[in-house]
């Protein structure tokens, strides 16, 4: 059930029509370079949002110091 619950998540392939396909073929699947290149293109989107969302979190805290800022002098 493992590897047929994988490959749905990771493919367009139905749960029933995972579940016929014998483990093996399965497994050369996760094993081919089709995944693996799909694996390091995740990992490469991932690290881009993740960077996205650290630049945001940089100009959270600089609005905070003006604001802090403005509000001292004000």
């Given at each position: ?31 081919g370079k089709a ?5 390091k293109a995740r ?32």
């Amino acid at each position: 059930m493992g590897l047929a619950s994988s490959l749905t998540l990771h493919s367009s392939t139905s749960l029933g029509d995972a579940m016929q396909m014998q483990p093996s073929t399965v497994r050369k699947f996760f094993e081919g370079k089709a995944f693996e290149d799909w694996k390091k293109a995740r990992e490469s989107e991932l690290k881009t949002q993740a960077a996205i969302v650290d630049r945001l979190n940089g100009v959270i805290r600089a609005c905070v110091i003006v604001a802090k800022t403005v509000a001292k002098v004000g």
